[in-house]
């Protein structure tokens, strides 16, 4: 099965360089099973394996997942501690994994708010798995999409000041090389999972022209045959870039 699709993929187009994932449905996962919403937690943990595995075997170069946003933070003290916690566990778990499958692993957010113990361990994993050329792996965590665009304003307010720039050279490339994703190309594929068809303040300035698949998949149940399926649904759409169709 999984292999059929692999095989449909490779006939059918251009695969995403740039896949972005909002790994959303954890808490309905738990609740559908009367568990508390952090085993929905551990078990999307499976998932990101899953996801990360499938994308290697696509031929994805990088994969963007959404692991804690700057509302998250909002979130019960004890479930905002499970997800830090689970964090640590990942990093300890996988570091060996991922350097082994060739996957360099980053870290992208406000990480200033992130409790020592959790930086020290994601900072692990990111020294763990440098040089990785299968796969560059985001982390977005302590994200907010709003957030990066006013730290980037305020960044580029501050060259101006300071005589360094002048505010006619600010042009989408000076403002996207302030971006947590400098040097990066945009997504080409968000997928959501659990049926929502929102943003949630992911990614705001690189998502413009990025192809959006929504699955009705709760991200605990997240397989590489989604991820698939999602990358197969990518290659029938016509990117046109606010421009008319060549036909
Ligand atoms: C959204 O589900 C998911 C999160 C807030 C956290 C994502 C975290 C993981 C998948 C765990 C492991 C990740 C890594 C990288 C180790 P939700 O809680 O909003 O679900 P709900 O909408 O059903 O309540």
Request: hydrophobic share 40%; charged share 30%.
């Amino acid at each position: 099965m999984s292999s059929d699709l692999l095989d449909r993929i490779r006939v059918s187009g251009d695969v995403p360089r740039h896949v972005a994932v909002i790994m959303d449905g954890n808490g309905r996962w738990a609740r559908a099973r009367g568990l508390p919403r952090h085993r929905g937690h551990r078990e999307g943990m499976k998932a990101v394996r899953e996801a990360i595995e499938g994308a290697v075997e696509a031929g994805v170069e990088i994969l963007t997942l959404f692991a804690f946003s700057t509302e998250n933070w909002q979130r019960p003290a004890q479930e905002v501690s499970a997800l830090m916690s689970l964090l640590q566990l990942y990093a300890r778990k996988e570091r060996e994994e991922l350097r082994r499958k060739g996957v360099a692993v980053h870290v992208l957010g406000e990480l200033d708010r992130v409790d020592p113990r959790t930086r020290r361990a994601v900072d692990t994993i990111v020294e763990g798995t440098s040089g990785g050329t299968a796969l560059r792996l985001n982390l977005m965590i302590s994200y907010g999409g709003r957030e990066e665009i006013l730290r980037s304003a305020r960044e580029l307010a501050r060259r101006v000041t300071e005589g360094r720039l002048a505010p006619e050279d600010i042009d989408e490339r000076v403002f996207a090389e302030t971006l947590f994703t400098a040097g990066l190309p945009d997504p080409d594929l968000l997928v959501r999972t659990s049926g929502e068809h929102r943003l949630s303040n992911f990614l705001l300035w690189q998502l413009a022209y990025t192809e959006l698949h929504i699955s009705p998949v709760l991200w605990p149940d997240f397989t590489r045959e989604d991820l698939f399926e999602a990358i197969l649904d990518y290659q029938r759409r016509e990117r046109r870039f606010g421009r008319v169709s060549a036909h």
